[in-house]
Each structure stands twice: as C-alpha cells, then as structure tokens.
Nanobody
Framework: QVQLVESGGGLVQAGGSLRLSCLAS????????MGWFRQAPGKERGFVAA????????FYADSVKGRFTISKDNTKNTVYLQMNSLNPEDTAVYYC????????????????????WGQGTQVTVSS
C-alpha cells in the first residue's frame, strides 16, 4: 500500500501563486510516476500534470502549461506542484496520485492508470 498526503492548498487571489506538496509513504519502491489531478465543483476529475519518477520527464494539461510546474524530490518521496498566475478557473480540489506501471506519454494523463490517491487539498482562487 502507498499513502499519499497533499498539503499547501488554500485561498489566493487571481494572479497569485501556491505550491502544493504530496508526500508518499509506505511501499513506494518502484514508483513509476506521480501525477496531479483536479476536480472542480460539478465537473469530472481531470489531469493537471505528471512526472516520471526515474527520468523526471514531465507532462502537462494544455490549460496549465507555462503556469504550473511539477517537480520531485526523490530523497523525500515528495512531488510538488508550483502554480503561478492562478485564475478562478483553477479553483478545485487537487489530488495527488501514483502508479507503479509503465505508461506511454499519452497514458500519463489517464486517471484510471493511477493506483493510489491522496485525499485532496482545496485550492480556491478569488477574482
């Protein structure tokens, strides 16, 4: 089992920044990738960003490219999501997820490909 705990959410004004963290614990060996997804009220959960654990290759949804940056610290089993230039459309619960299986680039953004999920952290952007 893998446990994921997100932190760093909160309320921020439009144009502001937040950094989310996700700490992984438990059976974290052979982690293939970690990702961030988000779910806004009344909407389905969707892909935000992902990172391959061994190579550091990153992937982003078009809506966050150039504004969000995913990074990792292998020594701390932690993945980060730096979010800049936030706007009200970024308001959502942000979830961290991890997978131990190898996926293609396209597969990195598929929610069903991730095995373990955190409880989520709320991000609210005011206009």
């Amino acid at each position: 089992q893998v446990q994921l705990v997100e932190s760093g959410g909160g309320l921020v004004q439009a144009g502001g920044s937040l950094r989310l963290s996700c700490l992984a614990s438990g059976r974290t060996f052979r982690t293939y990738a970690m990702g961030w997804f988000r779910q806004a009220p009344g909407k389905e959960r969707g892909f935000v960003a992902a990172i391959r654990w061994s190579t550091g290759n990153t992937f982003y949804a078009d809506s966050v490219k150039g504004r969000f940056t995913i990074s990792k610290d292998n020594t701390k089993n932690t993945v980060y999501l730096q979010m800049n230039s936030l706007n009200p459309e970024d308001t959502a619960v942000y979830y961290c997820a991890t997978t131990k299986q190898s996926w293609t680039n396209q597969g990195m953004g598929v929610m069903a490909n991730y095995d373990y999920w955190g409880q989520g952290t709320q991000v609210t952007v005011s206009s």
